[in-house]
């Protein structure tokens, strides 16, 4: 079965691939198409509504059912910052500068209270009627520093056990990951769903 997957970003696609590929789905995006999407706006206010209004976007436009998700960091010394505003959390928007934004919110931090979690909310849309959602989360702490080359986002700063996300190979990071979690349950429920 194809679905239409909600997202620009390429590092996402390929860990959403490398997780629903067992189930016998074909994952398509945007650029599978010979027309370019309207832009989403998201202007939810939590991580659900984000992904409802990507995954219903989507699967409008594209004919197909959709998977969506809106993920984010929530930094407790920050009262939940940068929340549903992570991918813009500086001014340039980029990885580097919300990192940086992010420790330099956190200078004054110590150790013990630099707890956040990353959250994962999953829409899986087949019609106005028809969609549910499942949600992942992951506990750590934030790094006074970058750690690692790999991953994306806030991966090098997000420190679960001993190691960063960033310093965690693929399959490390899906076992323990906020998307991770969410992908499995969304997983469990499609294969209730699609019998």
Known sequence: MDFILATKNPNKLKEMQRILMPLGISVKCEADFDFPFDEVEENGTTFEENALLKARSASVQSGLPAIAD??????????????????????????EANNI???SRLSDVEDDMRTARFVCSVCCYFSEDNYFFVNGKCEGKIAKEAHGNGGFGYDPLFIVGDLSFAEMTAEQKDECSHRGEAMRLLCDKLKEVLK
Do not use: I, W
């Open 70 to 95: 809106d993920s984010g960091l929530c930094v407790d010394a920050l009262d939940g910052e940068p929340g549903v505003y992570s991918a813009r959390y500086s001014d340039e928007g980029t990885d």
């Open 101 to 103: 934004k992010l420790l």
